[in-house]
């Protein structure tokens, strides 16, 4: 089967740190561009960057810039979300997401989607 499999994510105390990763199954992430994004119960889901496929240029908004970094690892095809220096929050999903270009990336237009992570940064 062709998805994204999410793993990590959970409580998390303020201030503090945790990773997200995304794994592709059933194709080769190498020749996709990999995007994050999060959505809290009731608010518009929001971007938290991307990284390209072949040579790992990232872009983040202004929001989470010098908090999170989005790795990968294309040899287990696998691509990460570090987030630090977490600020509290309720259950907010995080979601990976892949597209062929950057191009499609910026325009939203993803081919895969992973399942989602739920995180709660709470102490």
């Known amino acids: 089967q062709v998805q994204l499999v999410q793993s990590g994510g959970g409580l998390v105390q303020p201030g503090g740190s945790l990773e997200v990763s995304c794994a592709a199954s059933g194709f080769t992430l190498d020749y996709y561009a990999i995007a994050w994004f999060r959505q809290a119960p009731g608010k518009e889901r929001e971007g938290l960057g991307s990284i390209s496929m072949n040579d790992g240029v990232t872009e983040y908004p202004d929001s989470v810039k010098g908090r999170f970094t989005i790795t990968r690892d294309n040899t287990i095809h696998t691509a990460y979300l570090h987030m630090t220096n977490l600020r509290p929050d309720v259950a907010v999903v995080y979601y990976c997401?892949?597209?062929?270009?950057?191009?499609?990336?910026?325009?939203?237009?993803?081919?895969?989607w992973g399942q989602g992570t739920q995180v709660i940064v709470a102490s």
């Open positions: 997401a892949a597209a062929p270009s950057q191009v499609r990336i910026a325009l939203c237009v993803l081919d895969y």
